[in-house]
């Protein structure tokens, strides 16, 4: 069973509960993971199914040098990746996925910070997918730099460097179209 971020072993809990609690927990994260990278839904939903068995037929193997959540996360990106590498998929446009609604907002301040929010998910999708991954994981996800690195296979330092040059990459985009995205 998991628990928080670690894997409880309780007996005779059945496979399909463990099964079952992995992806109440995580799924609907991993599933907006997933469609950060096909950018639809449908398919975002059969990738999430094949990771949770990925994780399921593995979950033996998890030797919990990290903690569960990081350990998803990294079975769910190399099967994302293995996706954008086998299909070629069209661009569309990112919804406000990633945002909670914040209730005390006016009607217009609700639109103007849809719209902005709109206009950066369009700029973080132009990006190439090594720094979409990271301000996606860093900012929306709210992971740490060090389990980026764990996720993602990478060096600390790649992370940084990938992350530092997503923003000013961002940062650039912001200013050619005149917005002022950042209040």
């Known amino acids: 069973m998991v628990k928080g971020n670690t894997v409880v072993k309780e007996y005779p809990k059945s496979e399909i509960d463990q099964l ?11 599933k907006r993971l ?12 059969d990738i999430t199914q094949e990771i949770f068995i990925s994780a399921f ?9 990290s903690t569960i959540k990081t350990w998803i996360y990294r079975i ?12 070629h998929y069209t661009k569309t446009l990112l919804t406000n996925t990633f945002y909670q609604k914040s209730n005390s907002l006016s009607p217009e ?3 103007l910070e849809s719209e902005q929010k709109e206009q ?3 700029l973080i999708l132009q990006l190439p997918i090594k720094y979409r991954e990271v301000i996606i994981l860093y900012y929306f996800k709210e992971f740490s730099l060090e389990e980026i690195a764990v996720a993602l296979d990478s060096n600390l330092n ?3 460097s990938r992350l530092r040059r997503a923003k000013k990459n ?3 985009k912001m200013d050619g179209e005149g917005g002022d995205y950042i209040g």
């Open 20 to 30: 079952s609690d992995l992806m109440d927990e995580y799924g609907e994260e991993i």
């Open 34 to 45: 997933a469609y950060t990278y096909t950018k639809n839904w449908q398919q975002a939903e």
């Open 109 to 111: 301040e609700e639109y």
């Open 57 to 65: 037929n593995h979950l033996n193997d998890f030797r919990e040098q």
């Open 170 to 172: 961002l940062e650039t």
């Open 120 to 122: 950066i998910s369009k």
């Open 158 to 160: 790649t992370v940084k």
């Open 76 to 87: 769910a990106i190399n099967k994302c990746k293995d996706y954008v590498r086998s299909w």
